[in-house]
């Protein structure tokens, strides 16, 4: 009586348990966790890296640019007249005004208007008065992200990246209001002239629905905050994704 085995030639079972023996059991194929040099390329910390550099760079340069040209064309063109702001006149002065005017419809109907407005405090007016408080806590968190954009992306997290320069633009763009003019310059109103409903106010008495003036570089903020969150879920994603495949098959019985 012959046996099965018996009818495969002996090379071809060596060859199968050769093939079998270079694929363990619970690998991941080479087409999901990419090929060696790509895998390498992936590994290599930013700061090592000249195009991560690059895109931080040119982002930010690019992202503190446009915020400070918007505020220096505000107040050159909003009001009837150019604003000249002088440092010691406008430093540590919560009660400094502004020429009284109009405002600039930019976005009709009472979408966006341009309306300047100077800041003594944080992000939509928050803390007035502590501008040097401000200025320290904005070069910690320069130091937080360069050491996060360092230590914690690789050569290949250039979303991350672009995250990380908008908040850096955006803190840096304001920092320089308050080292240079004495006051953060905002100029973008939210739906002006529009009113809560049913009489409701907010804690500052406000019944708009957006009473808050902002600037360039308050969106940058949280849009490169926003991008952060973004690219940790997605990184996230795709650890979970290749975990999933990365478990061994498990075998009946």
Known sequence: MTSVDSDTPASTTDSAVSAGSEVPTGSVPSAVIGSPKTSAASAIPAWRSPSAWCVLFLVFIAAVSLDLWSKEWAFRTVAPQPVVLIYEQVSGNPSYSLPWHPG???IAPDLLDFHLVLNHGAVFGI???????????TVLAVCTALWVFGKHTSSR????HIGLAL???GGIGNMYDRIAVGAVRDFLHLFPHRELPWGLHWPGGSNEWFPWVFNIA???LIAGMFILMLAIHLN???QAKLA???VP????G
């Open 104 to 106: 600039v419809t930019a």
């Open 127 to 137: 803390g007035q008065g502590r501008g040097p408080l401000f200025i320290a806590f």
């Open 157 to 160: 997290s250039h979303l991350s």
């Open 167 to 169: 908040v850096l633009a």
């Open 218 to 220: 308050d969106s940058e």
């Open 236 to 238: 996230e994603r795709r």
């Open 244 to 246: 999933a495949l990365a």
């Open 249 to 252: 098959p498990t075998t009946p």
